[in-house]
């Protein structure tokens, strides 16, 4: 018989509305485990089958001068040293205060830590050893090229990104990540022994109805509203799109950002066929988007990380029935072909958004409806999570006997 099981999900976002957050230790607590989750306060309420929810913040301490240009040279040290990469860590933002406060104050201890990407790996690290446990880290990106269109970041941040990466992913019990192309380039950038183990985001399965395409067609973007996500050239391209299709854009985003997006609907002529929602909460994101009819995401493939995305909302348009309309990007392209989802834009211009929406008739949006309520099952988290399952209680096990 097995004995119980305890897992620590460190992530730092707002955790109670954080997706794969939720889907792991759902997973996780159906199986058994004990789950504590650590990370920032969110909208929602934390899940029931959350044991203990542990809300954390960045706490910053007003640094002198000296100090400052102390930290600096710890910063640009770190791509020559992975001790001075650490040492920064635990100084850039109050990160020694949050292991602190779940180590200490908290009084955690686990058999395995989960850390979610690499800017919580050291927090899991530490975690493990004084529990004596493993820990593992989730990438939901390729870090080491995650901005690689700002500059600043470039400059200040990238070198420091790959020397933490390069100090902890090797020392994970195991890695896992959220598509093929990022796992491949982790294991090669970081001469990984074993290949990160691919759980992709898909989302709970949901049983949802068919609903066929009305007089109006509403295409769907939900998620993060933030730059480099094509959503500039998708407003601009509704003037070329055919009378009934409308655009609505659903989920956070900065004030500033979506009033932009608003002058530019403005600009071209589209205010009243652009709407712009707040997002909705987490278990009801899919069950809104079942009202619309197609699923639109698309973005340049600017870098590895942007090349190879196959993010939440993928997944969650399939659970939701829609019909999609997304990049021609490898990992998107090979799943909307393998199950005939929808089509694909070869790039990221109104033009071609538009000659891919207005390829779509009713009939054709029907077809590819019905095309996602048959890989529903198959594209579902309770699908995938035993990949995940079988990884974790592996590395549990190896670290008992040990």
Known sequence: MDMPKTVCIISLTPVTDEPRVLRQSKALADAGWTVIVAGFKGRQAPPSYWSRYIEVAHVYEPRRLMDNVKLDLKRRLSQFSGVAAEDYYWCYAGYDGILEHIATVERVRCDLAVAHDFFTAP?????????????????????????????NWIKRERAWTHAIEKRFL?????????????????QRTYALQRRPTVVRSTAFYHDLPFLPTGETIEVLYHG??????????????????????????????????????????????????????P?????????????????????????????????????????????????????????????????????????????????????????????????????????????????????????RAA
């Open 123 to 151: 927090i899991a690290a530490r975690l493990a050893e004084l529990s004596g446990g493993a820990f593992t880290v989730d990438c939901h990106e390729f870090s080491y090229e995650q901005y690689m269109h700002d500059k």
């Open 170 to 186: 090797p020392r994970a019990s195991v890695v896992t990540t959220v598509c093929d192309g990022i796992s491949d380039a982790l």
């Open 224 to 277: 993060i509203v933030s730059p480099t996500r094509g959503l500039e050239q998708s407003i601009e391209s509704v003037k070329l799109w055919r009378p009934e299709y409308r655009l609505v854009i659903r989920g956070p985003g900065p004030d500033d950002y979506i009033d932009q997006l608003r002058v530019i609907a403005a600009q071209h002529g589209v205010t009243e066929r652009v709407r712009i929602d």
């Open 279 to 399: 997002p909705v909460a987490f278990n009801q994101m899919i069950m809104r988007a079942n009202e619309s009819d197609i699923g639109l995401f698309v973005q340049e493939g600017i870098s590895v990380q942007k090349r190879f995305t196959l993010p939440n909302k993928f997944f969650e348009y399939v659970q939701a029935r829609l019909a999609l309309c997304v990049a021609d990007l490898p990992e998107m392209a090979r799943l909307v072909k393998e199950h005939q989802l929808g089509v694909l834009v070869p790039n990221v211009s109104p033009r071609a958004i538009a000659d891919q929406i207005n390829a779509l008739t009713r009939e054709k949006i029907d077809a590819y409806k019905q095309a996602s309520m048959k890989a529903a099952h198959t594209l579902s988290w309770e699908h995938e999570a035993q990949t995940m399952l079988r990884a974790y209680g592996v590395e549990v096990h190896q670290a």
